[in-house]
């Protein structure tokens, strides 16, 4: 009697602990990484999905897919409209999961897309380009037109800066191709030296390593596609 007892005690323990890996642990697994992907990102605007099966496998670092998105997230210098990550396969560090930075061990499959529109180039070329007012920002496939007022000695001057966005050693930048400034007391030679490229990411600024694989202009955006290194 007492070993029967003991034998379902034992049953209902087991059973308990199942069900706590199947529903417990992955939403434990899933709120931490969306924690630290909207430290990481800056943004409060994240949800993301993760899954594997079995889902005490979890405890593993094992994650069979994973899926997220943010918006208004912040990469080095400058802000996107939306972030997307999707990966499969990955093994993750659940040391790091529970501290401050989540590492990845391993991953078949892992991709971030970032999206960045008139408004996130404008409001980072308003801040990293001292002194500029007004910024329009119009971007197309093969160029980006900005224009801006600045004050030069005392005189409002009219600023068109056209350029492209370029990627470089895993960085990226605005880079200034023509300058055309107007109603300006000073020459246009000495004032490009006041602009010339502008970093928007610096290097080792996404998440989880990735590397930068292709920027891409469209008509309104510029698309930002990375993978990690061991990706397939």
Not at 110 to 139: C, F, H, M, S
């Amino acid at each position: 009697m007492i070993l029967r007892k003991c034998l379902t005690i034992l049953g209902l323990f087991f059973i308990i602990l199942i069900v706590l890996g199947q529903t417990v642990v992955p939403w434990l697994a899933q709120a931490a990484l969306q924690t630290k992907l909207s430290q990481k990102l800056a943004t409060n605007d994240v949800a993301a999905e993760i899954a594997t099966s079995p889902a005490i496998y979890l405890l593993l670092g094992r994650v069979d897919t994973l899926n997220a998105v943010a918006h208004q997230a912040k990469i080095g210098q400058v802000y996107l409209n939306e972030v997307s990550l999707q990966g499969t396969n990955i093994r993750l560090d659940m040391e790091s999961l529970l501290t401050d930075k989540v590492q990845v061990k391993s991953a078949d499959s892992l991709q971030l897309k970032g999206i960045i529109n008139a408004d996130n180039l404008r409001e980072v070329l308003a801040r990293k380009i001292d002194k500029i007012e007004n910024v329009q920002v119009t971007i197309n496939k093969d160029d980006i037109i900005i224009t801006a007022n600045m004050k030069i000695f005392g005189r409002m001057a009219d600023i068109e800066m056209v350029g492209q966005i370029a990627e470089d050693a895993d960085a990226i930048y605005f880079r200034m191709t023509h300058l055309n400034i107007k109603n300006a007391l000073i020459g246009t030679a000495k004032l490009g030296d006041i602009f010339g490229n502008v970093q928007l990411v610096a290097p080792q600024k996404l998440p989880w390593g990735l590397k930068i694989k292709q920027v891409k202009q469209t008509e309104g955006a510029i698309i930002i596609t990375a993978q990690q290194n061991d990706s397939k």
